[in-house]
């Protein structure tokens, strides 16, 4: 189950927490969860550039700013009371995805085209 929140216009599509993706895959496999529950993963746009430069407080402070309004807007678009039913919350940034997944820019999604190739066709690994 997949759902694609764009509270305005077209115009804010690309723009930084401008549209929120919605994938709920209890939906699909309830074993995925405890009886009763569901996993919601949700995710925004936002560039490496918006979370770098940031103390470790207040890049803390940040996830959980950014957390709290994508939260707020599916509370008024789609799953009210969503916040208070929330057991567990994990937040990640594109210096995440950097970190734990090696995503040039801690980019999400399709493996850019223009990127050289490794064994087996995948992108090499690089450190900064």
Partial sequence: CHHFVLEDDWTRLEEPYGSIFL??????DSSLAPEGRHILHIFTTSSIEDWEGLSRKDYEAKKELVADEIIRRLENKLFP???SSIVFKE???PK???RYLARD????GPIPRNTPKGL??????TTA
């Avoid at 994938?23 to 699909?28: E, Q």
């Avoid at 820019?105 to 999400?108: N, P």
């Fill in 96 to 98: 995440t995805h950097r």
């Fill in 120 to 125: 087996l066709g995948m992108p090499f690994n």
């Fill in 23 to 28: 994938s709920i895959p209890t939906v699909l």
């Fill in 105 to 108: 820019k801690g980019t999400y």
């Fill in 81 to 83: 009371g969503l916040k």
């Fill in 91 to 93: 937040v990640g940034t």
